[in-house]
Structures are given as C-alpha cells and as structure tokens.
C-alpha cells in the first residue's frame, strides 16, 4: 500500500488544531486573550508609548506559546490517551507526526497572530523588507520554543508536569525577560541575566527593525547569529535524542 | 502455516526487574490468541514487545516469519494496537478518531472517511459517529477504539485488557466484536477474565511471574492440569476422606475438592448416601489457571510441553 505522508501531517493538524478549535471553540478565545491581555497593560500603563514593543511582544509570546504548547499536547496524547503508542505500532512517520504538530500550534495561534499582524500593520508599518526580517525573527523563535517543547515533550510522563514546565517556561521566557519592554529598561549587572533567554534576542531584532531600539549592526548580526545557531543546535540535539518509543 | 515464534524472550527494566524471562512458544497467527495471567505477569510487557514498541534483552520474537526487533518497520505494515490504558480522544469524535487514525497509517484524506464510516456502521456505532467521544459510555469508547484499528488494513490486532472495567452486558457485547475481528485477522488479546478467554480464545498462553506456564487451545490445557474435577461443598460441611486430590477452603468457607475423575463420582456417591449438599462438576479456567498459576509462583515451574492440536508448541 502506498502511504501518503501529506495525510500523515494533515491527520496531526486535525487533531490537535481543527477538531479542538472546532468541538471547544472556548480554546480560541483563551489563545487570542494571552498575548493580547499583556499588550492591553504596556500599551495603558505606558499611555501608548510601548504599543510597537508590545505588539511585537505578543507575536513573540504566541510564537514562543506555540513551541510551548506543543510540549503539553504531546505529552497528553502520549499519556492520557496512548495515542503515541498506538501510532508507533502502526506504518505511522514519526517526522511527519512531528511536523503536523508543530504545524497544528501555528494553525491554533493563527487568530491571535492574525490580530497582532493587523495591529503590526497598523502601528508599526513596516515595510516589505522589515516585514520579511520580522517573520525570519519569529520563524526562527517558534524554530527554537518548537524544540524546547518536543524535547521536555519525549522526557514527560506526566501531563500535570507538563502543563506546569509549560506555564513556567512561557513566564520566565515571555513576560519576565524584556520582550513586551526595550532591554535598556533592565539595570546593570541584571541585564546580562536576560541573555541567557532565546526571547531576548528575539525581541531585540524585532525592536531594532521596528526602530524602537537602537543597536549596532555588530549586535544586530550577534542576535541573529545567536538564535539562529541556537535553534540549529536544539533541532541537532532533538532530532539525536528525542525518544519515538521506549529503549 | 502462519505462526507467533518467540524464543527465550525476556526482558528487563531497569538492569534488575525482570519482566519477561525465557518465553518461549510458537502458536497459530490466526484467530484469536488469548494471553491470561494475573497483574504484573508480563501481559503487557509481551505484547508491547511483540507489537514494536519495546525492544527485549535478550531473544527473538516473529510473527508470520517478520521479526519484530529487526523488521519492526515491514511489521508496523500489518499490525494495529489498542494499549491497556488507551482512551479515545475527549475532544473529538468517534468518526474524527477513525478517520485520523487512518491518515496517521497514511491513507488519504477521502479513502480513510469512507473506511471510517464503514468500520463504525459495521460496530452499529454509524448513531454515536458524530457524538463527542466524553459523551458516550464506558462501553462504547472501547467499541471506538475498536472501530478504529477495524477499519485499518492490519491483519494483526493487539488488544491489551480491552474489555477491563466494562459492566458484563458491554463485555459481552465486545465480545462480538472481537469474533468479528477476528474472522480475517489474527488478534492478541490479554485478559485476567478467563471466562473471556475461554469464551473467545482459539489458542490460550499463561503468564505466571514473566514465565509462560503453559500454551495451547483450552482442551489441550485442561487436559494438562492433574485433576479434571471439582466437588464443591457449603461451609462448614464436614470434609469427605479424600484419596487423591486436593481440598481446599475459599474465602466464605466453600470447600472445594480437586481430584480425577473416578475419585470425584466415588466422593460423590459417599456424599449422596450421607445426604449432603454439593456440587461436582469438571474443572473450570478459573480452576486450572489457579492450578497452573499458583504451581508457577510457588517456584515449581512447569514446562509447556508440544500437543497435536492446532500446531502449538512450547
């Protein structure tokens, strides 16, 4: 029998995003509320001044929420229901279950993201070129909160732990570190600590090209290199080490 | 002849439990194969093993000549499986369930919706196919997961307890199920209800402590056991002389007499004469694998020996 693999990644988008967001549409207005409620308070606390950091701020939490949340679902498909299991005793690809959860997360995050797009366009107006540097920006978070996910997703047996590694990763990485603030609002020496955070390098590319930070181009370069060679690094490692069935 | 061959099959966790030790046997891949064996036997250790998900320590496993450790991926071709524990998914129903489950095996998007319709209309699950899967019963979520390796194309289905924690009406209705599957499949069922397994069970393997104790069809293994009947007395009768067998005493005080045949009708009319109450008659699963079970966990492991019926051996 010939197996479609495009079927493969579908089946996976349906579960995880279309039948969810279908049967408990309730999900939907949780995921828009997330990123919108924190660009609500920096825009009214700082009277407007911060709406371009904050919009970018939520692209950045949605981005990094998505990685975040694959971690959860696949932990709760693989222990609550056995579906794991179930699919690793069958012709099912590992790769394209993979790819077609990641995909679902974005495809669950595409309201709030489409909100914050407009709201982007609206405020920030970038150009074709900057438009194109903050997808790369993103893409390469979602890239790294993708991993990070899947990783902590193949080690947890259990999903309250999971649902808890979850929220507190997305709270240390997106409301703590200086993602919906400029970086220039931390003092010294607890700067440094920011950048032990992928999202801080995230945000200042973003800020940069949005023209809300000022920075070198030496930085700039550092950032990109960074989380480029971070996300890179995190697919090697999770591609060597993540676990499809037991030893 | 289509054949399971497993060879001094054991495993081990953690370098010291040892789960599955020297299982060795060779049973028909057809019909319905019927693993019993109290928890912690290695049930769901074995079928994990022969279902691809875990690797062994040591030894071999085959089913119809694919080897299941070095050929795990021409074997996921054929083979379906509904864990212990599986739950259908609470969020989706049991039409969504079957038709991702089948592009997961990589059939397109229309062929799976067409065999899932088919699968749940011949389970009569067509009324429940677009009910979310938290709404229904106990008993129809198995049928749905049921339904869902059904309208694979695997013609090995693995069922780990699929009937454990349903009420006797659903069990028995999933018993239907089961010979329906298994008109063109081979199934491996694991159970700890032997009536189950008497019921379905074409050929039947006993666990005891990670060790097969025995393999073959029912008859073949009551014809196995030391003593074929069973006199049964109210509590608190006075126990008859007993020349060969075994009496016993249960938890509500019933003292039950395990002897052959001969000695069972001359225990019987001693009975009569005295005008006692009791019952006589052949020894059930329970009885046996209680007989098989408890010689195995008292260290006198016995070894499944070849039979002639059905092409088992061990």
Sequence with gaps: MRRSHSSQVLASILVNAVYEMKNYPINLVNTVLSPLSFLVVIDFVSKGALIG????????????????????????????FKLQDMLVSSPASPAAYVIGMAASEIIYNLPALGILIVLMGVYVHPGAFQAIELGAA???????????????????????????????????????????????????????????????YVAEIMQSVAGSLNLSEGAVITDWAIIGGLAAVLLVVVSRNARWKEA | MDQLVTEKLSKTYGGSSMALQDVSFSAPSSGILALIG???????????????????????????????????????ER??????????????????????????????????????????ARLKLDKYADTLNRKLSGGTKRKALAAMVLASEADIIFLDEPTTGLDPISRRDFWEILREL???????????????????????????????????????????????????LPAGSPVPEVAQGEVTTGKNGEIQILTNEDEAFAISKRLSVAGSRFSIRP???????????????????????????????A
């Design chain 2, 283 to 313: 020894v059930s699963l329970d009885d046996i694998f209680f007989q098989l079970v408890g010689e195995s966990t008292q260290g006198e492991h016995e070894v499944p020996t070849p039979g002639a019926d059905g092409g088992w051996s």
């Design chain 1, 138 to 200: 993103l893409f390469l978070m979602f890239l790294t909160s993708i991993t990070i996910g899947f990783m902590f997703a193949t080690l947890s047996s259990d999903i309250v732990q999971s649902f808890a590694w979850s929220r507190l990763l997305t709270t240390i990485f997106t409301a703590i570190t200086p993602v919906y603030y400029p970086i220039t609002y931390i003092p010294f020496p607890f700067r440094y600590l920011a950048y032990l955070s992928p999202t801080t």
């Design chain 1, 53 to 80: 950091q904050a919009i970018e701020g939520g692209l950045i939490m949605s981005m990094f929420q998505s990685g975040m949340s694959l971690q959860g679902d696949i932990s709760h498909l693989k222990n609550d």
């Design chain 2, 79 to 120: 083979i379906a499986i509904v864990p212990q524990e599986a739950r259908t998914i609470s969020w989706m129903t049991p039409k969504q369930s079957t038709l991702t489950y089948l592009m997961w095996r990589g059939f397109e998007y229309s062929e799976a919706k067409k065999r899932a319709e088919e699968s749940l």
């Design chain 2, 182 to 232: 298994a008109k063109d499949r081979f199934i491996f069922l694991t159970t700890h209800y032997l009536e189950e397994a008497e019921q379905l069970a074409d050929t039947l393997a006993v666990l005891g402590g990670g060790r097969l104790v025995a393999v073959g069809t029912v008859p073949s293994i009551r014809g196995r056991i030391r003593y074929q009947y069973s006199v049964n």
């Design chain 2, 38 to 76: 109290r928890n912690g036997a290695g049930k769901t250790t074995l079928v994990r093993i022969l279902a691809t998900e875990l690797a062994p320590t040591s030894g071999s496993a085959s089913i119809n000549g694919i080897d299941v450790v070095r050929e795990d991926k021409r074997l996921r």
